[in-house]
């Protein structure tokens, strides 16, 4: 049962993002962007490439100096599976595909989405904004937002770590609109209070001509052994 003070906020953040119906338009992202991913051998910066179907395909290009070549991560009709040019692929493990599903399913457009279907209740008291925790479809999140203008100011989840189950949160900012839709152009993780990565959108293109093919799996027999 939503209590309605948490989901007058969750639709003052689907208006901030741009009302019910036009997040409603949203099916695919094409996204660049720079990153950052902080690791035991220390901080490593990445040139991200990422193409999203909703609600449940995505096929994620990374690149940097770090990796020995350009790693591929894609979920899509086949099933899921990392490679790295030139060296083959490897299925995901599934804890890290149920992650990388739910990341894709409590994105911001995704809850804005299904608002409708979600049960919204008060959140954790929090210093700073008014929280709200958001469950059902496969989502359980808490979000922190701005009660003037319905801004997301961050998300706060279970998550899978390198180490198990870790609580991760993501501070949303630089927020930009693309075609009618406000989008967080930075997003920066924290699991337990330390930041583990960033990313930085250089453009996001919205509903974008997407080849399916990009989700098909490579014939195992042709990658270079």
């Known amino acids: ?7 007058a906020l969750l639709d003052k953040v689907v208006t901030f993002l741009g009302g019910a119906d036009k ?6 992202l094409h996204q660049f962007s720079n990153g950052e991913q902080v690791t035991p051998q220390g901080t490593v910066a990445l040139e991200n490439e990422s193409y999203t179907v909703l ?3 995505s096929h994620s290009i990374a690149k940097s100096a770090a990796l020995p070549g350009v790693l591929h991560i894609v979920i899509g009709p086949q ?3 990392m490679s790295i040019e030139g060296q083959g692929m490897q299925a995901m493990p599934a804890s890290m ?3 990388r599903l739910n990341n894709l399913h409590r994105s911001p457009i995704a809850i804005a989405q299904h608002a409708s279907d979600l049960v919204v209740t008060a959140g954790d008291k929090s210093a700073d904004a008014p929280t709200i925790h958001i469950s059902g479809n496969g989502v359980d999140v808490q979000w922190a937002i ?7 100011l961050r998300s706060t989840f279970t998550a899978s770590g390198q180490q198990g189950p870790v609580l991760r949160t993501i501070e949303y900012s630089d927020w930009k609109q693309v075609e009618g839709v406000n989008l ?12 583990v990565g960033m990313d ?14 990009l989700f098909d799996k490579p014939n195992e027999a042709t990658a270079p052994q």
């Open 55 to 57: 609600p449940d395909q």
């Open 146 to 152: 701005d009660p003037a203008s319905g801004k997301l």
């Open 23 to 28: 997040v409603k338009t949203v099916k695919a």
């Open 79 to 81: 099933g899921a599976w």
């Open 97 to 99: 595909k149920q992650d």
């Open 184 to 195: 967080p152009f930075k997003a920066v993780i924290l699991e337990g209070g330390k930041q």
């Open 1 to 7: 049962q939503s209590d309605p003070q948490a989901k």
């Open 200 to 213: 930085q959108a250089k453009s996001v293109e919205i509903n974008p001509k997407i080849d399916p093919k």
